[in-house]
C-alpha cells in the first residue's frame, strides 16, 4: 500500500495561487493513477483533479478547469496540484489518493488517501 503525505495548504486572498504537493511512499509510485480531491465543510468530499501513470491524461472538474493544473514526478514520487486565480469557494480539505484504476473519477474508485491539507481562501 502506498502512504501519503499533503502539503501547501494555507490561507490565500481570492485571486491567489497555492501548490499542493503529495509525497508518496511504500509501494511503486509510478504505477497508480493519482487524484486530488476536496471536501469543505458540511459537504461529500468531490473530485478535483487526476493523472495518469504515465501524466499523459488529466481530468479535471468543471469548476476548476483554466484555473487548476495536476501533475506528478515519479523520479521524486511526488504529485502536485498547482491553484491559480483562487475563490473562496475553493475553501476545502485537499486529499490525494491512488487509483488501480485508469480513467476512474469517483471517490469510491481511490483506495490510498493522505490526511489531508487545509486550503482557506479568504474574500
Known amino acids: 500500500q502506498v502512504q501519503l503525505v499533503e502539503s501547501g495548504g494555507g490561507l490565500v486572498q481570492a485571486g491567489g495561487s497555492l501548490r499542493l504537493s503529495c509525497a508518496a511512499s511504500?509501494?511503486?509510485?509510478?504505477?497508480?493513477?493519482m487524484g486530488w480531491f476536496r471536501q469543505a465543510p458540511g459537504k461529500e468530499r468531490e473530485f478535483v483533479a487526476a493523472?495518469?501513470?504515465?501524466?499523459?491524461?488529466?481530468d479535471y472538474a468543471d469548476s476548476v478547469k483554466g484555473r487548476f493544473t495536476i501533475s506528478r514526478d515519479n523520479a521524486k514520487n511526488t504529485l502536485y496540484l498547482q491553484m491559480n486565480s483562487l475563490k473562496p469557494d475553493d475553501t476545502a480539505v485537499y486529499y490525494c489518493?491512488?487509483?488501480?484504476?485508469?480513467?476512474?473519477?469517483?471517490?469510491?474508485?481511490?483506495?490510498?488517501w493522505g490526511r489531508g491539507t487545509q486550503v482557506t481562501v479568504s474574500s
Open positions: 493523472i495518469s501513470w504515465s501524466a499523459v491524461s488529466t
Open positions: 511504500g509501494r511503486t509510485f509510478s504505477g497508480y493513477r
Open positions: 489518493a491512488t487509483s488501480i484504476y485508469q480513467y476512474v473519477t469517483k471517490t469510491s474508485d481511490f483506495t490510498s
